[in-house]
């Protein structure tokens, strides 16, 4: 009775005012979690936690002085070394606490974007011809220093208009075509390439460049490959093949319309 009566009296010294500050400390780490979701951020930062605390075990245990000495003074260095490693992730984590815009797509559910519709009947096209071919879908994050690498063209979007830029015999069709709400902003666009899967043999340029800007924006980008025609979307870091054209509309108009995931169907890079 006498450890009940104890914890009862512990329990009765918890001020409201400590609740709601373990629940503000919970919410900061579950969001910070949440942002860094689906990122290499998962990886590194679990390894980290994992070497920090067999190391501070190590150190308690057989009381190293000295190792706890030089423990004790690295933790200022991680906490610089930190923001340095994690630095794309917590930029993309940044961005997305800034996009308002992408809450107020929640509205727009039911307006399908004609450039959507284009871009599934022509990659259709391009899957059987074999061309190659990328396109990139800009959302709240400007990619206007991508746009001024390119050819403006700022047209109307339309099968014919993708079938021709990426056509093999065209000055246009090496590079990447970025749309700005539903139009051709420009094509023949560099993008920055990926380095995540350098290893990965089966990832082209085009493969490359539409991870890396979905790497450092929140853009969503379509690839047929010029080898196979499969379809891929990159979006948040991360690629998914073999992605069935007849549904492309479907999958691309969800990813645009909000913040909800769509089920994507394919394997992921």
């Given at each position: ?29 579950f ?14 930062l679990?390894?980290?936690?994992v070497?920090?605390a067999i190391?501070?075990l ?7 002085r ?9 933790l ?6 930190i923001?340095?490693?994690f630095?794309?992730?917590l930029?993309r984590a940044?961005?997305?606490?800034g996009l ?6 929640l ?5 399908v ?18 061309h ?9 994050t400007?990619?206007?220093?991508y ?7 700022n047209?109307?979007a ?34 920055p ?26 853009a ?9 025609g ?15 054209i ?14 909800q ?9």
């Amino acid at each position: 009775m006498d450890i009940f009566e104890a914890v009862f009296e512990r329990i009765a010294t918890i001020r409201i005012v400590d609740i709601i500050d373990i629940l503000l400390v919970t919410t900061v780490i579950f969001g910070g979690l949440m942002l860094i979701r689906g990122t290499r951020a998962v990886q590194v930062l679990r390894g980290l936690l994992v070497i920090l605390a067999i190391i501070f075990l190590l150190a308690r245990i057989f009381e190293l002085r000295a190792f706890t000495w030089l423990v004790d003074n690295m933790l200022p260095v991680l906490l610089i070394a930190i923001p340095v490693i994690f630095q794309p992730e917590l930029r993309r984590a940044l961005e997305q606490l800034g996009l308002a815009g992408r809450y107020l797509r929640l509205f727009k559910r039911d307006e399908v974007n004609p450039a959507v519709l284009s871009l599934k009947e022509a990659a259709l096209r391009l899957s059987q011809r074999r061309h190659g071919a990328l396109v990139v879908f800009e959302q709240d994050t400007g990619l206007q220093e991508y746009i001024d690498t390119g050819i403006i063209l700022n047209a109307e979007a339309s099968p014919e208009l993708f079938l021709t830029i990426f056509n093999k015999h065209t000055e246009l069709h090496d590079g990447a075509v970025i749309i700005r709400d539903d139009k051709v902003a420009a094509a023949a666009c560099v993008l920055p390439l990926s380095t995540s899967s350098l290893s990965d043999r089966q990832m082209g340029l085009r493969h490359r460049a539409a991870l890396g800007i979905s790497e450092v924006s929140d853009a969503v980008a379509v690839v047929v490959s010029e080898e196979t025609g499969q379809v891929s979307i990159a979006h948040n870091g991360r690629v998914l093949r073999r992605q069935d054209i007849a549904r492309l509309d479907t999958i691309l108009q969800a990813i645009l319309a909000g913040p909800q995931q769509p089920i994507m169907r394919g394997k992921t890079q």
